[in-house]
């Protein structure tokens, strides 16, 4: 079954802690993005990667890491977590870039808490 | 930066009564998609249109893009309970990238029985 898998799926965390957000697809695509939804912001784009070691970031990139080693995996890396990264994670991928192909396939979301 | 906006931000509608949202954009856009979020759930997509003035339909959902490709619409005909959810547009980001995708807001709709 074509399909993007994060984990962890819930998270509750401290400040300082560092974390990863995994994300892994298995339908070959070149592209990956992550995006964070906030309560009246909607989905706004942390990162993406159009191929294996290229990434570049999006609208808000402040706070977070990537990387792609592999074709399959975009891991999201939040070195120092504060409060206000407090969200709903998502990933997502398509075959080529996002706006080329269309249809961006989701993953069903990390709800990460910083306390 | 580019800017999507969608209107109205909430819509409550009775069962069989009809929808629409609206996206609009800062820039003209070489397309457009729309995703539909269930609650709790992930984003789906629904369409992308890419011809100025196109129109396409998928059973009781029209969509339409404008003839400047700069706004967009999403049409439901005697909307049921499982159209409840959040409706969002998204385009390419200007400047030349087709890399970044840009989200409005979403429409919430909810429906009542």
């Known amino acids: 079954e074509a399909q993007v898998t994060q984990n962890p799926r819930y998270l509750i965390t401290v400040t300082g802690k560092k974390l990863t957000v995994t994300c892994s697809q298995n339908?070959?695509?070149?592209?990956m993005s992550w995006y964070r939804q906030d309560p009246g912001l909607g989905l706004r784009q942390i990162y993406y990667?159009?191929?294996?070691?290229?990434?570049d970031k999006g609208d808000v990139p402040e706070g977070y890491k990537v990387s792609r080693k592999e074709k399959r995996n975009f891991p999201l890396i939040l070195e120092s977590p504060s409060p206000n990264q407090t969200s709903l994670y998502f990933c997502?991928?398509?075959?080529?870039?996002?706006?080329?192909?269309?249809?961006?396939?989701f993953g069903e979301g990390s709800r990460l808490t910083v306390l | 930066g580019q800017q999507v906006m969608q209107i109205p931000q909430y819509q409550h509608v009775q069962e069989g009564e009809d929808f629409t949202t609206y996206c609009n954009s800062s820039?003209?856009?070489?397309?457009i998609q729309w995703y539909k979020q269930r609650p709790g759930g992930h984003p789906v997509f629904l369409i992308q249109?890419?011809?100025?003035?196109e129109v396409k339909k998928q059973k009781r959902l029209t969509f339409q893009f404008g003839e400047a490709k700069k706004n967009s619409s999403l049409h439901i005909t005697a909307t049921q309970t499982t159209d409840v959810g959040t409706y969002f547009c998204?385009?390419?980001?200007?400047?030349?990238?087709?890399?970044?995708?840009?989200f409005g807001k979403g429409t919430l709709l909810t429906v009542n029985p």
């Open positions: 997502a991928s398509s075959f080529s870039g996002a706006a080329n192909t269309g249809e961006l396939f």
């Open positions: 339908m070959n695509h070149e592209y």
């Open positions: 990667s159009m191929n294996v070691e290229v990434t």
């Open positions: 820039t003209t856009l070489s397309n």
């Open positions: 249109l890419v011809k100025s003035g």
């Open positions: 998204a385009g390419p980001s200007s400047g030349g990238s087709n890399y970044k995708l840009t």
